[in-house]
């Protein structure tokens, strides 16, 4: 029997013809173990984010206008939806958000990243209770479930680790025989710690939460359904000519979103991979489109792939005393990009110097600098920008270094980066 997870983003419910498209999808789906993972609607994650920090600079009034907005905008599309038969849904949203404004009126007290989560966590609660109600609404047999009865986690809040044995447990022995009655939908993102509080996995993390949630069903595939047609080669945003990759492995999947094309989640692929879980991307716009299967097979790309990453900064780490750099040095220099959550996205090591490229966080990098420096001589260039060559040739590497001046060139056998400054802006 066909066992299957839908994820729809924000995107596709971005506003109340964005739900009813996706309630056709799903109505139509004809399939007969359906499970939807629902993130927050559009924007509203952002928004959220604007209430915490708001909350935190003690600017209450401010925190309590943004979310009296974010409120009545869920209203409107509840109403546009639901028309008179909407008093319940309105209802149900009110409740979720009560928890919200209590929040507020304490002093903010705990830790920010715990508050993060109580707070941004509602966001996939209301986007997913409206969806619930709009099928119920037009003849879909949906029930609606709280994620966070099923995803557990640690309480590293903001980018909490799944407790997987414990959650797959959970989900196949509540969630699982659900499905034979209806059609369940549930949240993405997020999960709740061994106390009970509300957590997340850390920003666009619903694709990953509808991976954990198939794997535990053993289901036959997951959909992730996009604004885009597929997986492209390139982010549209940089590149005039993208093409489709209409199959890709896992392997490459996980390597792309690595280097960070930001199609898929890179924590997606792996519990899929662990059970030959084909991935599908497609479009909500355009169903006629086949989109793109992620799978087991290894079939090269045809074609390179390009991943850019702008705002980069250069970090030359040297010891004080001209030595050598040597393993000793490379533990220090990585646990202080630890220490202060900096990642590499590419690193080059010589006798005498080591090289990373990093994302301009000011304060982190500022920070990470100070502490450096206390060792290690460290020179930085800013501005740069770094791509990513997935199945490189000799002609796209020359295409994309047309009046560039290269600061740091890495190629292994299928990958090629290179960290790049504009020649006017030398
Ligand atoms: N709503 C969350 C975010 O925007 C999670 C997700 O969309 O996957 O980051
Ligand atoms: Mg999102």
């Not at 609607?41 to 206008?65: G, R």
């Not at 199609?263 to 519990?271: G, L, N």
Request: hydrophobic fraction near 40%; proline fraction near 4%; glycine fraction near 4%.
């Amino acid at each position: 029997m066909q066992k299957a997870v839908y994820k729809f983003g924000g995107a596709s419910v971005k506003d109340a013809d964005g739900f009813r498209n996706v309630g056709s999808i799903i109505k139509n789906a004809n399939i007969p173990q359906l499970l939807i993972v629902n993130s927050a609607i559009a924007d509203i994650t952002n928004q959220l984010e604007k209430v915490v920090s708001a909350f935190k600079n003690d600017q209450i009034e401010v925190a309590q206008e943004l979310l009296q907005k974010i409120k009545i905008f869920h209203f409107n599309i509840a109403q546009e939806l639901l028309g008179e038969n909407g008093s319940s849904l309105i209802d149900n949203l009110s409740n979720a958000l009560v928890e919200v404004e209590w929040i507020l009126e304490e002093p903010f007290q705990d830790s920010e990243d715990y508050i993060y989560d109580q707070i941004v966590s509602v966001g996939e609660i209301l986007s997913s209770t409206i969806l619930a109600a709009y099928l119920n609404h037009i003849g879909v047999n949906v029930i609606w479930q709280d994620a966070r009865n099923y995803i557990k986690t640690d309480n590293n809040y903001q980018n909490a680790n799944v407790n997987w044995s414990l959650s797959c447990y959970l989900i196949q022995k509540d969630l699982q025989p659900l499905l034979d009655k209806y059609i369940v939908v549930t949240q993405g993102f997020i999960g709740s710690s061994s106390e009970n509080f509300s957590t997340t996995l850390g920003r666009e993390g619903s694709d990953y939460s509808a991976a954990l949630f198939c794997s535990a069903i053993d289901g036959d595939q997951v959909t992730i359904w996009k604004d885009v047609p597929g997986v492209l080669n390139a982010d549209p945003k940089w590149f005039d000519d993208t093409k489709e990759i209409p199959e890709l492995s896992y392997q490459d999947a996980i390597e792309l979103s690595y280097y960070g094309a930001t199609v898929i989640h890179p924590k997606t692929i792996k519990p899929l991979q662990n059970k030959g879980i084909p991935l599908y991307v497609r479009s909500f716009k355009d169903l006629t489109l086949p989109g793109t299967k992620v799978q087991k097979d290894q079939i090269p790309l045809p074609i390179p792939s390009f991943i850019f990453k702008v705002n980069q900064v250069l970090l030359s780490i040297s010891p004080k005393d001209f030595s050598f750099i040597i393993e000793e040095n490379l533990s220090q220099i990585f646990s202080l990009f630890h220490k202060h959550q900096v990642s590499v996205n590419t690193m080059l090591n010589s006798a005498l110097s080591f090289s990373v490229s990093v994302d301009d966080h000011p304060t982190k990098i500022n920070l990470l600098i100070e502490d450096l420096k206390l060792l290690y001589k460290v020179k930085y260039n800013k501005g740069l920008e770094l791509v990513t060559i997935r199945y490189y040739d000799k002609a796209t590497v020359d295409r994309v270094t047309v009046d560039k001046n290269i600061l740091l060139e890495i190629k292994s056998r299928y990958t090629c980066q290179l960290l790049m400054k504009n020649n006017d802006s030398l």
